[in-house]
């Protein structure tokens, strides 16, 4: 039996990712209801679509924390329960090439900005948070304390490409400069990498000869607006199971991966 969950949105454009999801929530395609949008920009579009639907919607001021680090760091007031050594071994963001003071400075201010995000989304208590569109990643401070069991995720991301290929920002665009002949998008549940959370599901398309750059997004965009629904209505039926894997390979080596399983109903 489903149950009707609490959903909050994080977006930072348009939101047609969002307006699908809405609209499946209003014709009971989903059994939840999305409680509130934040975003990382004011004025855009997808904000208008939450007050056109009365959704309740708050902007996170990403850019005035960053600017206030780059101009004057000793103003900032970090989290009581901030631990940058932590963090820094947690995040998978990014190598050990990448300069300290850059990792730090990513560290430091999403764990300012994301304390304050995390305090205006407490007051919706959503079961599940979904990024449509959202331009920022989260970091482990904000996942650890939002996923109140790490065995239980509850932040997912759609990304247009078929992942593991193509992650980044410009999923479609490198499917069709590499000159793919499938593009596709992936549902997923986040973790502290870019895009490399465990996969929930996937739909792909065929990429003709004759299609263009913007031919392509048209075709993945209209699976997305099916597929990030469908994987929100599994989650809302308690059917995403996710599991540590181990797998032994013929020379020996084990690997582990974390994958998402779909359970009939009846099973969990």
Not at 156 to 169: D, E, K, R, T, Y
Request: proline content about 5%; hydrophobic content about 40%.
């Amino acid at each position: 039996m489903a149950r009707k969950i609490r959903i909050g949105a994080l977006i930072s454009g348009s939101g047609t990712n969002l307006q699908a999801i809405i609209d499946a929530c209003e014709s009971n395609r989903i059994d939840g209801q999305v409680v509130f949008v934040g975003s990382d920009k004011a004025g855009v579009t997808g904000l208008e679509r939450a007050h056109r639907h009365g959704i309740a919607s708050f902007v996170s001021g990403y850019g005035a924390i960053i600017r206030q680090y780059q101009e004057a760091p000793g103003t900032l007031i970090l989290p009581a329960d901030f631990d940058l050594d932590e963090l820094w071994q947690k995040q998978n963001l990014f190598g050990p090439e990448t300069p300290r003071q850059k990792v730090e400075a990513f560290i430091t201010t999403r764990a300012i900005i994301e304390a304050e995000l995390l305090q205006k989304i407490a007051f919706f208590r959503p079961d599940l948070l979904i990024l449509a569109g959202f331009m920022r990643n989260l970091s482990p401070y904000f996942i650890d304390r939002f996923n109140n069991d790490p065995a239980d995720p509850r932040i997912m991301n759609i990304h247009p490409a078929l992942l593991p290929a193509f992650a980044g920002v410009d999923g479609y665009g490198d499917t069709f400069r590499y000159g793919c002949k499938i593009g596709g998008c992936t549902v997923h549940f986040i973790d502290y990498g870019e895009d490399s959370g465990p996969i929930i599901g996937q739909k792909s398309f065929p990429i003709a000869e004759d299609d263009t750059l913007d031919s392509v997004k048209q075709k993945g965009l209209a699976l997305e607006w099916q597929l990030y629904p469908e994987c929100i209505q599994l989650f809302a039926e308690n059917r995403l199971q996710t599991v540590l894997m181990t797998y032994t390979l013929d020379d020996g080596r084990v690997i582990q991966r974390r994958v998402v399983k779909i359970v009939q109903a009846a099973e969990k």
